[in-house]
């Protein structure tokens, strides 16, 4: 399967069933009054974070979700609730607003539930609008439209150790050696275009690890695979800096290590501070004494160093260790967060009104959802309308601002010509 770690998507939950406008019609009640019952709730739209999943492909070929509306009310029945949606996600996505770029949720642990779209809630029946003065409404309220989102999702990688270093220094090969995974190798810069993952076991305990795309200098302003290595490798409990000790080009291994490690601070301070340990590779290929003048050269950066060869398995269990140590100490004291599902929060109850050359516009998503589940065609209807829009001030502002009779209101999509009740 692909490795996918950006797609765009469009989530809409369901909307509400209407609710019924009804009476009694039983030979045995004489004085029948109305009976109308509520619909049913539009179906949510809810993402989960499941660590099974390991790529966005599955958006790449499916890239709109839209859940059922609630069923309409009928006589004194109520109408059914839709179901829910339920979308499984890679731990580590993170979900962006595309209209506003604002990040809304970052699905970072296993298990965790996220309300993206909420259905809308069922229309009320007319046996709800009676009172003492309104014995009989002959309205009912329709279902609130449910919500819809256009958003990309961004996938960052929470592998335990991410594998860092240049091209060629050997990430892969180690990556196959220590683990199941299979990832391409080849004799030539940027074999890893995508990130691998494997479960590295030591002992009773296992971890994961991530081969990441090769740093170049210049990659933390994104240039060759930069910004999509730095991106994964911020989730990263430890980075492991995979340094080759005779690099094809010649050139000198500690001025390498340097270079790696100022894109890493240049790009995130915090990612710079995570614990490294460093692993002197391709100890096969030289001489003794060439890697004991590196490894005092290394000793001023105060790194831990293990010197292995990927291909022939030296010194492969001693790293393992070092690197499980690492990720223990980091387990120790890491806050572990309580999983509740959770929805989306926003101020549903702003709105505005803006005034121009075509006339008066209410903005606000509470004032647009109660024109959208009122019945328009029931003059009833729309005086109960205007009451509500009068109860939370939004009749009082248009006055402010200079409305008259016969004046265009806009509100969502719909338009009215102003008339006071």
């Known amino acids: 399967m692909q490795f996918i770690d950006e797609a ?42 499941d660590r099974n999943k390991r790529t966005l492909y599955d958006f790449k070929l499916q890239s ?23 979308i499984r996600v890679p731990v580590g996505t993170i979900v962006i607003d595309a209209e506003d770029n604002e990040a809304i949720v970052d699905l970072a642990v296993e298990g965790m539930q996220y ?53 060629n220094a050997g990430k892969s090969t180690l990556l196959s050696t220590v683990s199941a995974a299979k ?54 409990k430890v980075l492991l800096h995979v340094l080759d000790a005779y690099p094809v080009d010649d050139s000198d291994p500690i001025e390498n290590f340097k270079m ?3 894109e890493l601070k240049q790009y995130s301070e915090e990612l710079y501070e995570r614990p490294r340990v460093i692993a002197l590779n391709k100890s096969d290929m030289g001489i003794p004494e060439a890697e004991e003048d590196i490894l005092n050269r290394l000793e001023e950066f105060g790194v831990p160093v293990y010197v292995i060869s990927a291909a022939t398995v030296k010194g492969i269990d001693p790293l393992k260790w070092a690197l499980w140590r690492e990720i223990e100490d980091h387990l120790s004291k890491e806050v572990v967060p309580i999983i509740v599902p959770t929805y989306r929060s926003e101020d549903a109850s702003a709105w505005d009104v803006e005034k121009s050359e075509i006339g008066y516009r209410v903005t606000g998503k509470r004032v647009i959802r109660l024109v959208e589940m009122t019945n328009l065609g029931n003059r ?20 402010e601002m200079g409305v008259e009779r016969g004046d265009d209101v806009y509100i969502g999509d719909f338009e009215f010509a102003y008339e006071e009740w």
């Open 260 to 262: 790696i490690e100022a």
């Open 64 to 86: 709109n979700y839209k859940a059922k509306d609630g069923i309409w009310a009928v006589g004194n029945k109520a109408g059914k609730d839709a179901k829910d949606i339920v």
């Open 183 to 236: 990832p391409k190798i080849a004799d030539y810069p940027f074999t890893t275009l995508s990130p691998n993952l494997g479960v590295v076991t030591i002992g009773d305990h296992s971890f994961v690890m991530a081969d990441l795309p090769g740093l170049i200098e210049g990659a933390s302003e994104g240039i060759g695979l930069g910004h999509q290595f730095l991106k994964h490798a911020e989730r990263n």
């Open 380 to 399: 009833d209807a729309v005086h109960m309308l205007y009451r509500k829009l009068k109860r939370i001030g939004v009749i009082d502002r248009l006055v």
């Open 115 to 167: 309300v993206i779209c909420r259905g809308g809630r069922g229309g009320m029946g007319n046996l709800h609008y009676t009172n003492s003065v309104r014995q009989s409404p002959g309205f009912a309220q329709k279902g609130a439209p449910g919500d819809d989102l256009n958003a990309r999702l961004e996938l960052k990688l929470m592998a335990d150790v991410g594998l860092i270093g240049l091209p």
């Open 8 to 49: 765009e998507v469009r989530f809409v939950s369901g909307r509400g069933g209407d609710g019924a406008a009804t009476f009694h019609r039983e030979k045995h009640v004489p004085r029948g009054g109305p009976n109308g019952a509520n619909g049913g709730r539009g179906g949510d739209i809810i993402l989960l974070a």
